[in-house]
């Protein structure tokens, strides 16, 4: 997911991985649970840190750098200091409460999406070492999650934005791919 404040840039070596936008067939796929918790994945899970950070997003999911796994990487979004991997993530349970709110993505650049999302959620997830742990999440932190575990199947906020909105968004998107020559 974008974040919102632009911040500062970040430091460590920026990793060459290119950040898959909107009409990238990756982006459009189910990803596939990780069963092997190795050297592979935790280098994954490091290239995906440093992706989302030189991208200055809060969040992001292994399809946006074309691997279909399913592994998600976000950091809290008043600190980037503070961040978390989590490998097969599921939502366990939502809140009936839901809001509508502006969202961004990182593969669809320059556009926000009006998304309703549930205000709290109870994920279950595997850390590097496979290990399964339960985590609560409400408001921004809920939001972010729900965005990146859409990531994992497929799911853009595009499709998620109510008809109106969709076709707004969709037409702003055909008319810069036009404007830029894409
Ligand atoms: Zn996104």
Same mark, same amino acid.
């Given at each position: 997911?974008?974040?919102?404040?632009?911040?500062?840039?970040?430091?460590?070596?920026?990793?060459?991985?290119?950040?898959?936008?909107? #009409?990238?067939?990756? @982006?459009?796929?189910?990803?596939?649970? =990780?069963? !092997?918790?190795?050297?592979?994945? $935790?280098?994954? +899970?490091?290239?995906?840190?440093?992706?989302?950070?030189?991208?200055?997003?809060?969040?992001?999911?292994?399809?946006?750098?074309?691997?279909?796994?399913?592994?998600?990487?976000?950091?809290?979004?008043?600190?980037?200091?503070?961040?978390?991997?989590?490998?097969?993530?599921?939502?366990?349970?939502?809140?009936?409460?839901?809001?509508?709110? #502006?969202?961004?993505? @990182?593969?669809?650049?320059?556009?926000? =999406?009006? !998304?309703?999302?549930?205000?709290? $959620?109870?994920? +279950?997830?595997?850390?590097?070492?496979?290990?399964?742990?339960?985590?609560?999440?409400?408001?921004?932190?809920?939001?972010?999650?729900?965005?990146?575990?859409?990531?994992?199947?497929?799911?853009?906020?595009?499709?998620?934005?109510?008809?109106?909105?969709?076709?707004?968004?969709?037409?702003?998107?055909?008319?810069?791919?036009?404007?830029? #020559?894409?």
């Amino acid at each position: 997911m974008a974040r919102k404040d632009k911040q500062k840039p970040r430091r460590g070596a920026v990793p060459l991985e290119r950040l898959r936008t909107f #009409g990238d067939p990756a @982006l459009k796929q189910q990803a596939n649970p =990780v069963t !092997v918790f190795d050297s592979r994945l $935790v280098k994954l +899970a490091e290239t995906m840190l440093a992706v989302m950070h030189r991208e200055e997003g809060v969040g992001l999911a292994a399809p946006q750098i074309g691997v279909l796994s399913r592994m998600i990487v976000w950091h809290h979004p008043e600190d980037e200091n503070e961040e978390y991997v989590f490998v097969n993530p599921r939502i366990v349970s939502m809140s009936e409460e839901r809001s509508l709110a #502006g969202e961004g993505c @990182l593969s669809v650049p320059g556009c926000t =999406v009006e !998304v309703e999302r549930a205000n709290e $959620v109870r994920i +279950a997830a595997q850390n590097l070492e496979g290990v399964e742990f339960e985590a609560d999440a409400a408001g921004l932190i809920a939001r972010i999650l729900q965005h990146e575990i859409d990531h994992l199947d497929g799911r853009l906020i595009v499709d998620r934005a109510a008809p109106e909105e969709r076709r707004r968004v969709l037409k702003e998107l055909r008319e810069r791919a036009i404007e830029s #020559g894409t």
